[in-house]
């Protein structure tokens, strides 16, 4: 890469340009480990100083499987996102996990968290929170989004729908992510899943994903998205992501 991404970003919202030393860059590694899983990213180690900018998405939570007017199920929050810019070294060890999302359950159980993603950096820890699950309870709120710390940027996942006041009820929408993910629409007292949080203002790499529909069979939602009450279909909520790009400054 020859300019700056920031150039790339749109507006320069993490500073590239503020210093002389990150106007050329060259791309060295991306890392975009699986959902679920956890381990080191160890930095190469064939140059002297790396500039590094790691995406970090939660995963979604699922909604409660509430089928009763007493047992409505709200939905599951979507998860937070996050970015952080840093120097690295060479052969510097990244300790790192990505959330899986939530499973669905079915029959009247709430439903489950998304799992949190999280890059350590020396001693500093930046974490995309996952969705709070949904419940099986009459006009439950809903699952919280996600929160996310520790970045440059830090963005909270959307709400999940609340459960109605009986079963012939509309749930409410899953609330949005920020500048991620839509919330779905309830249906039958199920609240809609929750959206995503993400950059939307940023380039499309950064994709994330929108709550899913309550009270319905649905697709597994893309990136950090939650299930709505009552949902079926899928196995989980919108899993986590860990996307690492490494440069050398030349």
């Given at each position: 890469m020859d300019r700056a991404l920031g150039d790339a970003l749109g507006g320069d919202p993490l500073g590239f340009k503020k210093s002389a030393a990150l106007r050329s860059l060259a791309l060295v590694a991306i890392y975009d480990p699986a959902p679920g899983s956890s381990g080191n990213i160890t930095l190469p180690g064939t140059?002297?100083?790396y500039y590094c900018v790691a995406y970090l998405e939660g995963a979604g939570a699922s909604g409660g499987s509430g089928s009763s007017p007493t047992t409505a199920g709200s939905g599951g929050g979507g998860g937070g996102a996050a970015i952080k810019s840093f120097r690295g070294a060479p052969s510097q060890i990244l300790p790192y996990a990505v959330g899986d999302g939530g499973a669905l359950t079915s029959g009247g159980p709430p439903?489950?968290?998304?799992?949190?993603?999280?890059?350590?950096?020396?001693?500093?820890?930046?974490t995309a929170g996952g969705g709070k699950r949904g419940l099986s309870t009459n006009l439950d709120p809903g699952g919280a989004g996600g929160i996310a710390t520790g970045g440059d940027l830090n963005r909270n996942g959307g709400r999940g729908g609340a459960a109605g006041s009986n079963f012939s009820t509309g749930g409410g929408a899953g609330v949005d992510g920020q500048q991620g993910g839509t919330g779905a629409a309830g249906s039958n007292g199920q609240?809609?899943?929750?959206?995503?949080?993400?950059f939307s203002d940023l380039p499309s790499f950064f994709g994330v994903g929108n709550g899913s529909l309550a009270n319905a069979s649905v697709a597994q939602p893309a990136y950090g998205g939650g299930t709505g009450g009552g949902a079926t279909g899928a196995t989980k909520a919108g899993v986590g992501r860990l996307i690492l790009m490494v440069f050398r400054i030349v």
């Open positions: 140059f002297p100083e439903g489950n968290d998304g799992g949190d993603t999280t890059l350590t950096i020396g001693l500093d820890t930046v609240g809609g899943g929750g959206g995503a949080a993400g």
